[in-house]
């Protein structure tokens, strides 16, 4: 046991601090090189007067009379990080620049998309900062439909939820053609701004997984927007049968 180990001494101050890119390093820093850690990284950065966001991904009030984790849930979603971080540093499929990740595909396609650890969602690459107070402000409830402006900002940043960028241009009409390697297909272009993958695990670190790993897989992600894509259609069909002349105001009372 070596007890003279700092995983802090080798960490790069370089790195925006309050990124996802520096926890993921402090993680590292902590574990690849300790003596003290097996194959598996077992360990959690000492603390430093709270200087990493993880695991909750955001800071709790002073107000806040109680964690919102029991100790043994913390102790989870603490290895779920610890555990993606591995999983990161020993995929060379992925790079990480600050809060986006850009990922490339086994069959050429690239990738990207920011993670929010405040909110436990990914949005397109580069638009954290932009819709942060918006999310916020939705997350307190707030709506302000009477102000047109805020109303859009919030109603954008909401859409924007869950969607990452698949490194495709549109065809000046939005829409993208799907890659030759997914055999099969019943359609051959999606609209651009549909690209939403939608979690299925408890906690954001082993979603994140899960969509890097279907990501790198460069097959499945693209059946599982195609399918989104026909089903977008389809109600688009129905919605344009039931209603040929628009949607009239009072429609949920029909």
């Known amino acids: 046991m070596n007890e003279d180990f700092d995983g802090w001494e080798n960490i790069d101050w370089g790195i925006e601090i309050g990124t996802l890119e520096f926890d993921l390093m402090a993680i590292k820093s902590h574990n690849k090189a300790n003596p003290n850690v097996g194959k598996r990284w077992t360990e959690w950065p000492k603390e430093m007067s709270g200087i990493i966001l993880l695991p909750l991904g955001y800071k709790q009030s002073i107000w806040d009379k109680e964690s919102p984790l029991t100790e043994k849930e913390e102790s989870d979603l603490r290895q779920n990080w610890i555990d993606f971080a591995q999983f990161i540093d020993e995929n060379d499929s992925i790079s990480l620049k600050e809060n986006t990740f850009t990922v490339e595909g086994r069959y050429g396609s690239k990738f990207s998309f920011d993670a929010s650890m405040e909110f436990s969602i990914w949005l397109p690459p580069k638009t954290l900062e932009r819709y942060g107070d918006s999310l916020r402000a939705i997350r307190n409830g707030a709506r302000r439909k009477s102000n047109l402006g805020i109303h859009m900002e919030y ?9 990452i960028d698949t ?88």
């Open 155 to 163: 109603l954008e940043a909401s859409q924007a939820t869950w969607k």
């Open 167 to 254: 490194g495709i241009l549109d065809d000046g009409l939005g829409f993208c053609d799907f890659p030759t390697h997914v055999n099969n297909l019943e359609l051959k272009q999606y609209e651009g701004w549909s690209t939403f993958f939608y979690p299925s695990n408890l906690t954001f670190p082993e979603n994140l997984t899960e969509l890097i790993e279907l990501l790198i897989g460069d097959l499945h992600i693209w059946e599982i927007l195609h399918e989104q894509e026909v089903k977008r259609r389809k109600a688009n069909e129905e919605w344009n049968k039931k209603w040929p002349n628009g949607r009239p105001d009072d429609w949920m009372y029909l």
